[in-house]
């Protein structure tokens, strides 16, 4: 089913008169957007005293720190309505795919369009499953992190690793169309793109399970015939060498659900940083470590955690009313409500909430459930709240599953990133797809720096300005004492230490 085609209207125009030169431009709007390049025509001639870093005769910028009203890309992959709280992929409500489907499936639907046949879904399972075995020497690169090392050092690193283990699927060495050819209806470029995919929809599991594994010092497990995605994911964490293991399936299946819901959200920073990286034409491989890279930030992937390091400093519910309090004074902030998107309920968290509810059956209630609850009843009744439309997210009670579950904080990141896999692939294919070729994404800037200057021979040079981040920074470095007090010859230009 094609999209609806905008009819073009006479009103279906922007105009704008630029003031400076009279000029009348006339904009058309089409799917309720502008093109930002309409605006490079609207030159005019630098103003006395202005600096030629504006490059006012090469056209009009547009402005958008953080990408708050710029759309990078026609999507047809995942709507959001943030008003209503609405989540569809490929027109699937979340809330039916929740209850209904399982996150392989979901997987199909948001890589290529549709819900599979039976047989599609056949081919495309066995192939994932397939490719959740390892090279060996993966082995080794995870054994060469520290004990403490965050999963999610790990991973990144997992997901650029692989691609140096597929030669024949990197575009700097078997020529730059390896993939775009796909859009030409190439079919070996096809094969070699959905190749890809399979495998790192497959390998994401078991190198997500080898990062856990690797800070207990426990061997890593091997994927075990029989078992689905999530299953296989519970095998590879927890097996221990029991006979005929098979993980629990409320558990299974809650972390099925949990993985649907994290799978895609659109444009945001990880999905962004993939098409970023991947527009370059680069490997996949390299393409899914920048967005888990992404992923890895505080401000995107790891709120769920920082919902669980609140819970626990409240403590218990009859501290709520104090905590709220330092909220509304900003002294703290309540993780796990508010979104970029969503002036209303994420319609997510409904979903989490239930699932959560499902698995404390099977665990037992996890304690920090009834602080959770408590601030969350208050903080939905609160003005300060209500005036802001500050409501809860996805994270609010994810983290009360993973914590319920015996993740470790630091592990629920992973936790996401693995779904979020096939959202970072849905989008990566279609930009390869694109029947008018990808363009590399390479933003503007303002340049707001110095003016054209003459180099300064050092002796000639002034003190540098002081003010800090001008001027490079004096760190401490670890000695031991033993070190500072021995007596050596300083190497290049490098100096003793001079303080402990
Ligand atoms: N607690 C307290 N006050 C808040 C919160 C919060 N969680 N979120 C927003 N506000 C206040 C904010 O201080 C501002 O107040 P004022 O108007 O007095 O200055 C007002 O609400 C508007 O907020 P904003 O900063 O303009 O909102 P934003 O859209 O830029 O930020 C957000 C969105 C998600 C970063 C933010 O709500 C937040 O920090 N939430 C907590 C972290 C969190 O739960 N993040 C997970 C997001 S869902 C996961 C995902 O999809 O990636």
């Not at 400076?20 to 006339?26: C, D, H, M, V």
């Not at 609207?42 to 490059?55: I, L, V």
């Not at 505080?298 to 669980?308: F, K, M, R, S, Y």
């Not at 939905?380 to 409501?391: H, N, P, Q």
Request: hydrophobic share 40%; proline share 6%; glycine share 6%.
């Amino acid at each position: 089913m094609g999209r609806p085609v905008q009819q073009a209207q006479d009103s279906n125009f922007l105009t704008v008169i630029d003031e400076r030169t009279g000029e009348k431009f006339r904009i058309p709007i089409v799917d309720n957007a502008i093109d930002a390049g309409a605006f490079k025509k609207m030159k005019a001639k630098r103003a006395p005293g202005e600096r030629e870093e504006n490059e006012t005769e090469g056209g009009l910028r547009v402005v958008d720190t953080g990408y708050s009203n710029t759309a990078v890309i026609s999507s047809r992959i995942t709507y959001i309505d943030g008003e209503n709280g609405v989540l569809r992929y490929r027109g699937y409500p979340i809330e039916q795919l929740a209850a209904k489907s399982n996150f392989l499936e979901t997987a199909y639907l948001l890589i290529y369009g549709d819900l599979p046949s039976k047989p599609q879904f056949a081919l495309f399972e066995n192939e994932v499953m397939h490719h959740t075995f390892v090279h060996n020497d993966l082995d080794k690169l995870v054994s060469a992190f520290r004990y403490d090392s965050h999963p999610m050092s790990i991973l990144t690193s997992c997901f650029a690793a692989l691609g140096s283990f597929a030669p024949e699927a990197n575009p700097s060495l078997q020529g730059q169309t390896l993939y775009t050819n796909a859009a030409k209806g190439d079919k070996a470029a096809l094969a070699a793109m959905d190749k890809q995919i399979y495998r790192l929809l497959g390998k994401s599991i078991t190198l997500a399970a080898m990062a856990y594994r690797i800070r207990q010092g426990r061997h890593f497990n091997v994927p075990k015939p029989g078992l689905d995605y999530t299953e296989t994911f519970l095998y590879l964490l927890d097996h221990l060498g029991e006979e005929e293991y098979k993980p629990n399936p409320v558990i299974a299946k809650a972390l099925d659900v949990l993985f649907i819901l994290h799978a895609d959200h659109e444009m945001n920073c990880s999905a962004a940083s993939v098409l970023q990286v991947g527009s370059s034409l680069v490997d996949p491989y390299s393409a899914v470590a920048a967005g888990c890279a992404a992923l890895y930030g505080p401000l995107h992937g790891g709120a769920n955690e920082a919902v669980i390091r609140m819970l626990l400093d409240i403590g218990s519910p009859e501290n709520v009313p104090a905590y709220i309090e330092k909220v509304k004074t900003k002294e703290k902030v309540l993780s796990g409500f508010g979104h970029r998107i969503y002036r209303t309920s994420d319609p997510r968290s409904f979903i989490i909430r239930k699932t959560a509810e499902e698995v404390f059956a099977v665990t037992g209630r996890n304690p920090l459930l009834e602080t959770a609850l408590t601030l969350h009843d208050i903080a939905l009744k609160d003005e300060y709240f209500v005036k802001r439309r500050l409501y809860p997210n996805v994270d609010f009670f994810s983290g009360l599953i993973y914590q319920s579950l015996g993740f470790p904080t630091d592990y629920y990141p992973v936790l996401f990133a693995v779904p979020r896999v096939v959202g970072w692939l849905a989008h990566w294919r279609q930009l390869m797809l694109n029947p008018k070729g990808v363009k590399i994404w390479r933003p503007r800037q303002l340049y707001v720096g110095e003016g054209v200057r003459d180099y300064v021979e050092l002796e000639g040079r002034k003190e540098v300005d002081p003010t800090p981040a001008n001027a490079p920074t004096e760190v401490p470095h670890l000695f031991s004492k033993r070190a500072f007090l021995a007596e050596y010859k300083a190497k290049r230009n490098e100096q003793k230490p001079s303080k402990l």
